[in-house]
């Protein structure tokens, strides 16, 4: 593999190199195909700008998320006309937000740097580990570190506008329906309406969150579209729902010092690696966070109106998914967090003929991210089959508008995508849960490499001794090929993304094995690990050095 990694290396100093990667081959071979390694630019010859009038177009996209934002710029860097609307419709309890989309403005941003003021929390406790002496007491600002959040995102809201003026897009801050497969009628906030021509449609709206179809919900319930900008303390707080964006916020609400719940139906991070899932649900149960299993809310009633920064009384009541035992109790804050539509109903794209999924209302797509109307696309979380993560929208949207302007042949990778759970320990992945890999290839063809272990910046403090954990799924038939990483560590998102590559060039065990490790961090664990489950030995980890 190392040897490959140079030849590729040595052409992309003179010329572009094409990949052909067979993910069921644990070799790599360089051939004139579709995924173009280098994508430099100094002897690109831009497409001139096709002749248009005000309110004709080579390209709309209609949603400022990041796949929109990716496409659009990149198409106008190729020399076509290129206008992007984008309008954010408020959130039943008001709260709106400025150009970038879900992740710089209630997603990831936010909850990354929430996550951090959580981690710092515990960062100060292990302080006084390592000889740092300050009061014992210390407590936390949530209004202000909601100000510096918001006042961060919306210099980010101003960076993008500057980058679409700089780059040639029109944006308008208007909300688009389809009226034709190439005319699109746009509202801006006044009501004032006008029409658009383009030659090509790219679909980028994103979604919302779900509310369940329950008393009091959408009145006196919030979302991720919400808890970034709570304009008072949140309190006691009930998070409903077993995804990521439920786990990661009740982790940065416990650890900024907020009792927290958790109410969930069935199982943690459906889709995920289920031994993973269960262990992030344990240690937030060990640091604070309370889990209720097995129950779903039935009602949110108000007892006492929220006021001068101060959250409101809410009464919930839920039954038991599988009985008839009813509960209550009273919470300040209540985040439902129950899954995600589309943003497909309000763009009319029957007038256009768009085909959508009649379960989830997404838009069809092929692998080239086309419709089945020839000149309409579709990237991002609104497309059908798609991992909603904002990369892969980005990724999306730029190679489109290569396939579309540069004559480029490239398709996006929509298996291969690592990804991060941020909870207070944190969880990422790329390729199968062990589940998926014994259902693809059958038990006895998958041995699962693993080992818990301490982060050594946790052994002064004495905490999470051996709760960290790491995971190889590997192809016996294939030469032991990896087809699933699992890591249970601080970091994992830069632990995940580093060994992302070795995947796409069908990296083998004894490729890991070879790897001379990082001394000390957690990330070398992923190549020292030898207890494989079926051995049935105790994969605890002890010492560091040999």
Request: with cysteine; aromatic share 8%; net charge neutral.
């Amino acid at each position: 593999m190392l040897q490959s990694l140079r030849s590729l290396r040595s052409c992309c100093s003179t010329s572009s190199v094409l990949l052909n990667f067979n993910p069921s081959s644990s070799s790599t071979k360089t051939t004139a195909t579709n995924t173009q390694l280098n994508y430099t630019t100094t002897n690109t010859t831009m497409a001139p700008i096709t002749p248009k009038g005000p309110n004709e177009y080579d390209f709309i996209v209609v949603g400022g998320g990041s796949g929109g934002l990716a496409a659009s710029k990149e198409a106008a860097r190729l020399g076509k006309k290129v206008a992007l609307f984008d309008y954010v419709k408020p959130s039943p309890k008001g709260t709106t937000w400025g150009i970038g989309g879900t992740c710089v403005n209630v997603g990831c941003i936010p909850k990354k740097l929430m996550h951090q003021g959580a981690l710092l929390g515990q960062a100060l406790e292990d302080a006084r580990h390592f000889g740092w002496e300050f009061p014992e007491e210390k407590s936390h600002n949530w209004g202000f570190m909601v100000q510096v959040i918001s006042d961060y995102i919306k210099s980010l809201n101003w960076g993008y506008r500057v980058a679409l003026r700089d780059s040639g897009v029109a944006y308008l801050n208007e909300f688009a329906e389809f009226i034709d497969k190439n005319t699109i009628k746009t509202f801006d906030k006044k009501g004032t309406e006008k029409t658009y021509v383009a030659d090509t449609i790219l679909i980028a709206v994103g979604g919302r969150p779900k509310y369940p179809n329950i008393p009091g919900a959408r009145e006196f319930g919030v979302t991720s579209d919400d808890i970034f900008t709570l304009p008072y303390h949140p309190g006691k707080t009930l998070c409903i729902g077993a995804s990521y964006i439920a786990l990661e916020t009740a982790g940065f609400l416990a650890g900024t010092g907020i009792e927290t719940t958790v109410m969930v139906r069935s199982i943690l991070l459906r889709g995920f690696d289920n031994q993973l899932a269960e262990m992030v649900g344990e240690h937030m149960q060990e640091h604070g966070v309370r889990f209720l299993r097995g129950w779903v809310p039935t009602s949110v009633k108000l007892i006492e109106e929220g006021k001068d920064g101060i959250a409101p009384r809410l009464l919930v009541t839920a039954k038991q998914s599988d009985g008839d035992q009813t509960w209550e109790e009273e919470f300040n804050t209540v985040v439902f967090a129950i899954g995600r539509d589309p943003c497909t109903p309000d763009l009319k794209l029957e007038n256009a003929g768009v085909q959508l999924s009649p379960t989830t209302g997404k838009v069809i797509t092929d692998d080239a991210d086309k419709t089945n109307v020839g000149n309409i696309y579709c990237v991002g979380d609104t497309a059908e089959n798609r991992p909603e993560l904002t990369p892969v929208a980005i990724l999306a949207g730029r190679l489109l508008a290569r396939r579309l302007y540069a004559g480029r042949k490239t398709l996006t990778d929509y298996d291969l995508v690592p990804t991060t759970v941020f909870t207070p320990m944190e969880y990422g992945c790329i390729g199968l849960s062990e589940e998926k890999a014994i259902a693809k290839y059958g038990k006895d063809n998958i041995e699962v490499y693993h080992s818990h272990f301490q982060a050594l910046e946790h052994a002064l403090p004495k905490r999470d001794q051996n709760r960290c954990y790491a995971k190889l799924l590997c192809v016996k038939s294939e030469k032991e090929r990896v087809v699933g990483l699992h890591y249970f560590g601080p970091n994992a998102g830069e632990v995940t993304q580093g060994f992302t590559m070795g995947f796409k060039f069908g990296a083998t065990k004894e490729d890991f094995d070879e790897l001379i490790g990082v001394h000390p961090t957690t990330a070398r664990n992923m190549t020292e690990l030898e207890i494989t489950k079926s051995s049935g030995a105790n994969p605890m980890k002890k010492g560091c050095c040999g």
